[in-house]
């Protein structure tokens, strides 16, 4: 009885044993080992059922000295004494033989980035339990990173020779996955080569081939390798997603896959890559198409919803838009999935019914977002600030914003930055101009709070201080398209310095190509030099991508300047409708004498 009850404990105290983070560790000479590489492939959940445990262990009695050494030995790893702890626990596996010492050695090591010590102890646990698929998957997950692959072969070897038929497939993709991190690809390719020999029939040998090969730059065998798998199974999803991938040519994968799905038309995942490779090639409409067939199959499929949705917003499509989110957020709500938030969703619907001035609706869906994100908490927070003033509460919204506690200095900037926002929207461009006035001396290095700064300081009629600004954003973030666009669009508007205007916005444009209101200051830059015709197409082409007020108020005053008074008046009524108080409309109409 004594001695069984000392097993018992041992066991029992291993058990209790974990991993204590360190206070301070040397960097180890290799990254830690890849058992997540085990965990991530292909069916792995399989291989792991057919696991061998580490076998019989070792009858240990846990004597008073034993007891005293595992004890101290885990309360100096909790110290930070990772080298005593460590040894301490090598001896005794060595002493006991019992396997999960070497274990929990390793353990130690890895948990103070230490790799000799962590491949010395795994070493040591395979030795004593050489049965063992743990300790043979964090060997090979050392091994697959040093220079010879030797040792790793064999194992590899083994694990497929000993798997049964229906696992060895899995058994190949995982170690694919494994050499994935070998630092020399043509060795692991090699390596591939000879341990799937054997296999040559099998679907799986020629799949990991392909990956083997294309990883070491070896394309037109990758290729021939996934042909060779296709031949094997020419319905294969995998073997086709396979092909594609090895030919690196978007047209020719599409090609592909335009056969692939006449032959095989519910191959689900085909098609799904198929409709990501339109949305690449930038073919909106052909990719809607595919992701509506998908629909069609699976009504309540979360992807598929989702990709609909931005494809809607794309398209500029809200309606659609909007039903498609709403049920991916209904589909997550009945059935949850930790791997997708539906965060992003919300914050979009929020954003329609802001555009259709609904800002209760969109205050209800950012109400509806749970986040334990701190960037998307404040996110929210911040835009429910927005909406609040948007509703005519002003003062409101700056007490909501009084509430947030930032973080750090990057939040504290986007609640200033909101706050002068909130203050400029809502008329009161003297607070602005002083809340960003006053962020800046205390943040003068933050290129987005200068950049505010600017355009609080043009509203003020500073324009001096708005180009000083300006030109500090471009001088420190010199990539910074919307700084090069605001000094362009400010010239253009006032009608000065056009030609320098033109030159700062089309450098703009070329930075950040198809971005509407670059182009609708390259069209209002066009129109002051009066290329009425050129400016006309920049415009409408920006309304098109953005159905915006602003881009609205501008096409209208191009079309009044060509006589065509019912076209501008139609254009100033959807801005009108969209935002009743915009200034740039106000201040248009009175200039022109004009009605809508």
């Not at 990501?276 to 909106?284: A, C, G, I, N, P």
């Not at 989702?306 to 709500?333: H, P, W």
């Amino acid at each position: 009885m004594k001695n069984a009850f000392a097993i018992v404990t041992l066991s029992a105290l291993l058990s209790a044993c974990a991993v204590a983070p360190q206070k301070e560790a040397a960097p180890a000479p290799e990254p830690a080992p890849a058992p997540e590489a085990a965990v991530n492939a292909p069916g792995s959940d399989a291989i792991a059922a057919a696991v061998k445990p580490d076998g019989d262990l070792p009858s240990v009695e846990l004597t008073s000295e034993l007891f005293y050494k595992l004890t101290k030995a885990e309360l100096d790893f909790k110290r930070g004494q990772w080298q005593s702890a460590y040894l301490t626990m090598m001896v005794l596996a060595q002493q006991t033989r019992d396997p999960r010492l070497a274990k929990r050695s390793a353990e130690m090591a890895l948990s103070a980035k230490q790799g000799n010590e962590a491949l010395a102890a795994i070493r040591l646990w395979r030795e004593l339990a050489p049965d063992s698929d743990e300790a043979a998957q964090y060997f090979l997950g050392f091994s697959v990173l040093g220079d010879d692959l030797s040792e790793a072969e064999q194992v590899f070897a083994q694990r497929l020779q000993a798997a049964q038929p229906s696992t060895r497939g899995l058994a190949m993709f995982q170690m694919q996955q494994f050499l994935l991190r070998a630092k020399d690809k043509a060795a692991a390719y090699a390596l591939m080569q000879r341990v799937l020999k054997p296999y040559d029939a099998m679907l799986e040998s020629h799949l990991v081939l392909a990956q083997g090969a294309l990883a070491a730059g070896e394309n037109e065998q990758a290729i021939a390798e996934a042909r060779r798998s296709l031949t094997i199974k020419p319905d294969s999803e995998l073997a086709a997603l396979t092909m594609a991938q090895v030919l690196q040519d978007l047209d020719g994968a599409a090609t592909l896959f335009t056969g692939f799905l006449k032959k095989y038309p519910d191959a689900r995942e085909v098609r799904s890559a198929y409709a990501r490779l339109l949305v690449e090639q930038k073919q909106y409409d052909k990719a809607t198409e595919q992701f509506q067939i998908l629909l069609k199959a699976q009504p309540d499929n979360p992807a598929t919803l989702y990709a609909l949705g931005i494809m809607s917003m794309q398209g500029n499509n809200t309606v659609a838009a909007e039903g498609y989110f709403k049920r991916f957020v209904d589909a997550l709500e009945k059935s949850p999935d930790p791997d997708r938030d539906p965060s992003k969703a919300l914050m979009i619907l929020s954003q329609i019914d802001e555009e259709r001035n609904d800002f209760d609706g969109a205050i209800a869906w950012l109400d509806k977002v749970d986040t334990d994100d701190p960037r998307l908490t404040l996110a929210v927070r911040l835009k429910r600030a927005h909406l609040t003033s948007r509703k005519g509460d002003i003062d409101g919204a700056l007490k909501q914003l009084a509430e947030i506690t930032p973080a750090d200095e990057a939040e504290e900037v986007q609640v200033l930055q909101t706050k002068g926002q909130l203050l400029r929207d809502a008329g009161r461009a003297k607070e602005a101009y002083a809340t960003l006035e006053d962020g800046v001396l205390r943040f003068p290095n933050s290129p987005d709070l200068m950049y505010d700064y600017a355009l609080a300081a043009e509203k003020m009629g500073k324009l001096d201080s708005m180009e000083t600004a300006l030109r500090k954003v471009i001088e420190s973030v010199p990539d910074n398209h919307h700084a090069y666009n605001a000094l362009g669009y400010s010239f253009a508007d006032r009608g000065i310095r056009l030609d320098e205007a033109y030159e700062l916005i089309d450098k703009a444009l070329k930075m950040s190509p198809g971005d509407p209101f670059i182009m609708d200051s390259m069209g209002w830059v066009k129109f002051r030099m009066g290329q009425l015709k050129e400016a006309e197409k920049m415009l409408r082409d920006a309304y098109t991508l953005r159905n915006d007020p602003e881009i609205a108020v501008h096409l209208g005053e191009v079309l009044w300047a060509q006589g065509d008074k019912s076209g501008a008046q139609k254009l100033w009524r959807e801005a009108r409708a969209k935002d009743p108080n915009n200034d740039a409309l106000r201040t248009t109409l009175a200039r022109l004498n004009a009605s809508i």
